[in-house]
């Protein structure tokens, strides 16, 4: 067999190269955060929420205020701005590549939330000609495709979980939702339905977290990153009495919880509950995980190599 065939050399050189391996695809994912008041987008570990770089993508003029930079799966990150009223494309190295979908494309209209599904891009637009709507987009050209939901109230973004997706809507400081819809834009249910007293007010960011849990930031208060069961039911709220006015939250690699909130970035630690400010100066938006490495690095291919130079090896010392 194969397998014997490798010595016990063979063996560490290989476990090696996962080792290093299961390293290297740590430091690829980062999370990307928007900054309205400075105009630019940071990226942070996604294993333990350090930041790796302040200055990710800064200084581009299609940048006023950003709200969500996610994972275009092709290789790039698409940019929704508030302001400037576009979707704009860019490399993995924080250098624009085009603007995909322009003013007029999005009918003049604010950019929220973003989310990808089937190889084609949501976006919920909040003012404009497709106001309080959902509408898709073609990837590749950008085009408006039609839309997707409309009649919405107060929406802040959209998170598709395969079967369905959840949008956020705020109606009065007395009544928000989490809507469920079937994939063909059909509302299924009122998911989560709160006054804004005793429960979340104004949804904003909807995520995954764990498991089939849901994660949503509760911009106003009772304010706190609200995480909900697979049936919309309230399983705890992270960072509560803050008084501050979250965006969004994820879970880290290592088990703890990464928010925004207004100008904090904070880390909640999962076993103690202690929160540790990262940032706390600018206007932090949504969260969004992305592979910033889309090939291996030299020196996984260099151990690569190595460890598979140990089987003819040992075939000949047989």
């Known amino acids: 067999m194969f397998h014997l065939l490798l010595s016990r050399r063979g063996w560490l050189a290989l476990a090696a190269v996962l080792a290093v391996s299961v390293i290297t695809a740590r430091a690829q994912e980062a999370l ?22 302040a200055n990710f993508i800064a200084g581009a003029p299609t940048l006023s205020q950003p ?71 073609d990837l590749n050209t950008g085009a408006r495709i039609g839309t997707f939901i409309s009649g919405l109230t107060g929406p802040t973004d959209i998170y598709f979980r395969g079967g369905d ?30 006054d804004g007293v005793t429960g979340i007010d104004l949804p904003y960011q909807i995520t995954g977290g764990n498991g089939d849990h849901i994660l949503v930031g509760g911009f106003a208060q009772p304010a706190g990153v609200y995480e909900y069961d697979a049936n919309g039911g309230l399983v705890t709220v992270w960072g509560a009495d803050t008084g501050r006015f979250f965006r969004g939250g994820v879970v880290l690699g290592n088990g703890n919880m990464f928010y925004t909130a207004n100008n904090f970035v904070t880390v909640i630690d999962k076993n103690t509950g202690a929160a540790t400010d990262l940032l706390t100066s600018g206007n932090f938006q949504m969260i969004h995980r992305v592979n910033l490495t889309a090939i291996p690095e030299p020196g996984t291919l260099s151990l690569l190599a190595l460890g598979l130079a140990a089987l003819p090896w040992r075939r000949r010392r047989s």
Not at 34 to 47: E, G, H, I, M, R
Not at 165 to 170: F, P, V
């Open 165 to 194: 997706a959840l949008i956020g809507e705020r109606y009065s400081a007395s009544l928000s939702k989490i809507t469920q819809w079937s994939l063909t834009g059909i509302k299924i249910a009122d998911w989560v339905t709160s």
């Open 32 to 53: 990307l955060v928007p900054d309205w008041a400075n105009k630019k987008v940071l990226s942070f570990d996604a294993y333990d929420g350090h930041l790796l770089d």
């Open 67 to 137: 709200l969500a930079a996610i994972p275009s799966g092709n290789g790039t990150i698409l940019i929704g701005d508030n302001l400037t009223k576009g979707i704009f494309e860019y490399n993995l190295d924080g250098t624009l590549k085009r603007t995909l979908s322009d003013t007029t494309m999005v009918g003049g209209g604010a950019v929220k939330g973003l989310d990808i599904f089937q190889n084609e891009l949501y976006a919920v637009i909040t003012s404009g000609t497709y106001a309080n709507t959902v509408q898709k987009f």
